[in-house]
């Protein structure tokens, strides 16, 4: 086992990185002939001043290409992956997809890829020493996951994920990479701006917490060459653009290759899950495909700005229903009645002030209520609790009445 833990280090293997350091268009934003489907991809830019800034994540693949795309396909094909209707290939959408071989039918299960090829936070260490450390410590799932993936990587041959990790960006599409001057640019006038910034806070302080904690009492196992900010941007950065929650087993995440191909769709709702009878992750498509037709899942609906937050990318302007701005909603000091609203607010664990999504396709019943409970006058302060939440009431008392929600710019 010691061999297997024998790590290749940056010193040798790591080339100069010079990354790109700009955020542009997908030329399928500005092509005429995908106008429906076409995203703004966002690019990469390394900011942060650690020891290993310069240097490059030598696992991986460029997206744009098919390199490692064969040996994957043939590694799960040996370990374990039925035969698919499928393959990887160079697609208008996501650079690479899974794209139809055969016809397939509305409602046909795809995929069928069996746990052992996946890694969750139980998966077997190759290095058994690093991985009881972790969990001696007690450290959840995803930076688990984290460490064990780049565990994983920096053993290159040796592990048994070799294949898979060959195959996934060499720089994940994500906002971990951005500076803060590009934040603040490019997201001046986004909500997500905030919670990007709290995000990369997120990934430096959990770095920073397993570094102090526990990398720095284990170097043998953890060395910082391996171990560091650099690589644990490029960790996080696959995880949030690739690990999936699977309903069916609890919840439990795991990052499933192969499923790990298909790129987003808003026209579709289908997604991701284990499947008992056969007891695999599938999807069900909700839409039939002709050979050569790219295959989508959903993410989720997402907003514009969660998908740039976790995934990189945002669809084309106009085409994603569930894209979102969040308008925020308070209870005045002022108002005569605010301790009882506040108590209302308060039994069904909602604060002061409460944000909303308003989309395209229509906004909550939740806003609805929580505008019409600031707007109650003292007279109805029997109902606040009732107002305050309840769909129905609100729908009885408001087939004569309005709300008029007053937006205003605060300084
Ligand atoms: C789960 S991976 C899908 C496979 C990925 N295309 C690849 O080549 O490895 C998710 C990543 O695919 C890309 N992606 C997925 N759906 C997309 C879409 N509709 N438009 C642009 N990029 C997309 C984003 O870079 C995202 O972070």
Aim: with cysteine.
């Amino acid at each position: 086992m010691a061999e297997a833990c024998h790590r290749i280090l940056q010193t040798t293997l790591i080339p100069a990185f010079s990354p790109p350091k700009k955020l542009y268009s997908s030329p399928y934003a500005q092509c005429a002939a995908f106008p429906k489907h076409a995203a703004v991809r966002c690019s990469v830019s390394t900011s942060s001043r650690t020891a290993t800034e310069g240097q490059k994540i030598p696992w991986g693949c460029e997206v744009d290409s098919l390199e490692n795309a064969s040996a994957l396909q043939q590694w799960l094909s040996d370990s374990g992956l039925p035969p698919q209707k499928m393959a990887i290939e160079k697609v208008k959408i996501g650079e690479r997809g899974l794209v139809a071989l055969k016809n397939i039918r509305k409602g046909e299960k795809l995929l069928f890829v069996p746990p052992p090829l996946f890694i969750t936070a139980d998966s077997e260490w190759s290095c058994p020493e690093a991985g009881e450390v972790l969990k001696r410590n007690g450290v959840p799932d995803w930076p688990l996951i984290a460490t064990y993936l780049i565990s994983e990587a920096s053993l290159m041959k040796s592990s048994r994920w070799n294949n898979y990790i060959a195959a996934l960006p060499r720089q994940p599409y994500s906002l971990l990479y951005w500076t803060r001057a590009e934040l603040d640019r490019y997201l001046e006038a986004s909500q997500i701006r905030e919670r990007a910034i709290e995000r990369i806070n997120n990934v430096v302080g959990t770095y920073n917490d397993l570094s102090q904690r526990i990398f720095s009492k284990h170097p043998e196992l953890f060395p910082e060459e391996v171990f560091n900010m650099e690589t644990f941007k490029w960790s996080f950065g696959i995880l949030l653009s690739r690990l999936v929650r699977l309903p069916s087993m609890d919840g439990r995440v795991a990052l499933v290759p192969w499923a790990d191909m298909l790129n987003h769709s808003c026209d579709v709702e289908t997604f991701l899950d284990y499947d008992k009878s056969s007891q695999g992750v599938v999807f069900t498509t909700d839409r039939s495909y002709e050979p050569g037709e790219q295959v989508f899942i959903s993410y989720g609906q997402k907003s514009n700005g969660e998908l740039l937050l976790s995934y990189g990318f945002v669809p084309k302007e106009g085409t994603n229903p569930s894209d979102s701005v969040e308008l925020s909603l308070s209870i005045k000091k002022s108002d005569k009645c605010y301790n009882e609203k506040m108590d209302a607010l308060k039994k069904h664990g909602l604060s002061s002030c409460q944000c909303f999504p308003i989309r395209i396709t229509g906004w909550p019943v939740e806003l609805m209520a929580f505008a019409y409970l600031a707007v109650s006058p003292p007279s109805m302060s029997q109902q606040f609790a009732e107002v305050a939440t309840n769909p129905l009431f609100l729908h009885k008392i408001c087939f004569s009445c309005s709300v008029k929600v007053h937006v205003k710019i605060s300084s």
